[in-house]
Nanobody, 115 residues
């Protein structure tokens, strides 16, 4: 089993910044990607960003140029730096570790962008 624990959500004004963190623990694969999704109430999961085991980052078009994903391999941690936040970025953000079977997910952290 793998456990993912997110932190760093909160309330911020439009144009503000937040940094999310996700720590992976447990039976972690040798090579693994880590990523972020978000989901609002009653909506589907929306892909945000991910980083492969060798450091390649990909982003959803909606966050390119505003969000930056990074990893600390020694700490099994992935970060999501979110700048120039917009009200439409308001959602619960989930950490994701793809797996051959069901993916692993964190419990989510709420991000609210509001004036």
């Amino acid at each position: 089993q793998v456990q993912l624990v997110e932190s760093g959500g909160g309330v911020v004004q439009p144009g503000g910044s937040l940094r999310l963190s996700c720590v992976a623990s447990g039976n972690i694969p040798t090579f693994y990607a880590l990523g972020w999704y978000r989901r609002g109430q009653g909506k589907e999961y929306e892909y945000v960003a991910s980083m492969s085991h060798d450091g390649r980052a990909t982003y959803a078009d909606s966050v390119k140029g505003r969000f930056t994903i990074s990893r600390d391999y020694a700490k099994n941690t992935v970060y999501l730096q979110m700048n120039s936040l917009k009200p439409e970025d308001t959602d619960v953000y989930y950490c994701n570790l793809p797996a051959p079977g069901p993916d692993y997910w964190g419990q989510g952290t709420q991000v609210t962008v509001s004036s």
